[in-house]
């Protein structure tokens, strides 16, 4: 097996097995370049971090080992690079507390998924800095992703125990923006739940302002834009304005504590 | 490959590789009783349904797949059966919408990923009937599971993009009780994060009150039961009773659409 695409994920190596209490998951993983086959004996396998070790140990833990390069598969995300190499699918199987008493996914965990997937899909371009998605390049210049528009054209939910597939890619959105679409499918039939697209914006940490796409953050992006949407244009439908004459007003809401985004933002501020 | 314990997971069938995009996941599972070793080549597998297929055609699909058998492993949530066939494990990533702004796991993800495994415990066992975790006796008795007593010991918070193993077993709690414990493990280091225990006794959904244990229902789960304990019940420290003069009273509460559960009952008068 080539370690190639693994510099920076969890080795593996195999132990003994032991029928009382099994040490870890029985998953084999197969990585793009690797031998074309590939043996599992009466094994199993389980993480040890490889970041230059020292006499064959491993060397200090770092937690969440996120990648310096890009990777082709995450096995412990149920992960991989899709699209010629530009996008990501993750297998999700709905969880008891993502739905609501009809059993269905709830909207909100939708857009969690959304997120998570967006994230990680980041995290296998080996672009991810320390922060919530933000490039190395977008790290240096203060620079944090704002989503400024996002559209979720959901056709069926999901239920309680289903197997999902999500795919997302990223495009370009006019001069300094970036739009990211999602398809969610059953992983069983095929069949697409929901179609979602989004467009972000970056957002200057330090003076609260939008940003300019700096050149530096384009080189680092712009190799992962593709035109695929998932939703067609045309389709999008146009909120009307609200004026001082809608039904329903509510008016004086304040930002809680639940509101302000990990990187202490208003989101508010900049819908 | 033995389909003894995959008689209601999805088969797995291998297609030709396609490096534009890829169909689905490059899994590999082993099943306890299958054969000692595993060939992978360059395929991949996906999921389709299995139940009782006319001329090598899938039947109706049931979207949730609710096994009806003891399983040994589960490919997508990837958990398996521990503990001499008893206990279950459950490997998870930390996901970014279960962190805080330190990004730390937060203790409501921590109680949400507790009940997905429980849950999920109870999926393997094949004694699932359509309910949130009841049994088919349970379901014959209208009988539903509720939590009377809970503690939940956190040594140090996961943090986002953190693999964690996830154990769960359970045992008798006096006579018409169950305890349920958890253990909380870096799947890198192996460290215990947390460690939990909780009590479990059955309502009748239909009457609200609570109900003894149906012998039909131990005759179920007793065989599940065994005496590892994750917290010591030494360990267990008293709350005092609150009286008029507390400190904080935040008294008038009601209950929000939020706090009832998918079983439509109130936890505040139950615990």
């Given at each position: 097996m080539t370690t190639l695409s693994l510099s920076y994920l969890p080795s593996f190596r195999t132990t003994s097995f032991n029928d009382n209490d099994i040490r870890s998951m029985v998953w084999g993983y197969k990585i793009f370049g690797a031998s074309n086959t590939m043996k599992m004996g009466r094994t199993m396998m389980y993480a040890t971090p490889v970041t230059k070790g020292v006499n064959g140990k491993p060397a200090?833990?770092?937690?969440?080992?996120?990648?310096?390069q890009k990777q082709f598969v995450d096995p412990f995300r149920q992960g991989i690079i899709i699209l010629d190499g530009v996008g990501y699918r993750q297998t999700v199987v709905v969880r008891s507390y993502e739905v609501g008493p009809d059993k269905a996914v709830t909207l909100q965990s939708i857009l969690n998924l959304l997120q998570e997937t967006a994230l990680n899909h980041v995290w296998m371009s080996g672009l991810l800095g320390d922060g919530f998605g933000a490039t190395h390049g977008m790290m240096k210049n203060n620079l944090i992703w704002v989503v400024s528009r996002m559209q979720v054209q959901v056709d069926q939910y999901p239920i309680w125990g289903e197997i999902l597939e999500i795919d997302t890619w990223v495009g370009a959105s006019g001069k300094n923006g970036m739009r990211r679409d999602w398809e969610i499918r059953s992983?069983?039939?095929?069949?697409?739940?929901a179609r979602a697209t989004s467009t972000w914006v970056m957002m200057?940490?330090?003076?609260?302002r939008l940003s300019k796409m700096p050149d530096e953050v384009r080189a680092e992006i712009s190799?992962?834009?593709?035109?695929?949407?998932?939703?067609?244009?045309?389709?999008?439908e146009k909120i009307d304005k609200l004026d001082d004459n809608a039904k329903y007003i509510n008016s004086g809401l304040q930002v809680v504590k639940q509101s302000i985004s990990l990187k202490f933002h208003d989101p508010l501020n900049i819908m």
């Amino acid at each position: 097996m080539t370690t190639l695409s693994l510099s920076y994920l969890p080795s593996f190596r195999t132990t003994s097995f032991n029928d009382n209490d099994i040490r870890s998951m029985v998953w084999g993983y197969k990585i793009f370049g690797a031998s074309n086959t590939m043996k599992m004996g009466r094994t199993m396998m389980y993480a040890t971090p490889v970041t230059k070790g020292v006499n064959g140990k491993p060397a200090v833990v770092e937690r969440t080992m996120i990648p310096t390069q890009k990777q082709f598969v995450d096995p412990f995300r149920q992960g991989i690079i899709i699209l010629d190499g530009v996008g990501y699918r993750q297998t999700v199987v709905v969880r008891s507390y993502e739905v609501g008493p009809d059993k269905a996914v709830t909207l909100q965990s939708i857009l969690n998924l959304l997120q998570e997937t967006a994230l990680n899909h980041v995290w296998m371009s080996g672009l991810l800095g320390d922060g919530f998605g933000a490039t190395h390049g977008m790290m240096k210049n203060n620079l944090i992703w704002v989503v400024s528009r996002m559209q979720v054209q959901v056709d069926q939910y999901p239920i309680w125990g289903e197997i999902l597939e999500i795919d997302t890619w990223v495009g370009a959105s006019g001069k300094n923006g970036m739009r990211r679409d999602w398809e969610i499918r059953s992983h069983t039939t095929g069949i697409v739940f929901a179609r979602a697209t989004s467009t972000w914006v970056m957002m200057n940490q330090k003076t609260r302002r939008l940003s300019k796409m700096p050149d530096e953050v384009r080189a680092e992006i712009s190799p992962w834009f593709i035109n695929k949407q998932a939703i067609k244009e045309e389709s999008v439908e146009k909120i009307d304005k609200l004026d001082d004459n809608a039904k329903y007003i509510n008016s004086g809401l304040q930002v809680v504590k639940q509101s302000i985004s990990l990187k202490f933002h208003d989101p508010l501020n900049i819908m």
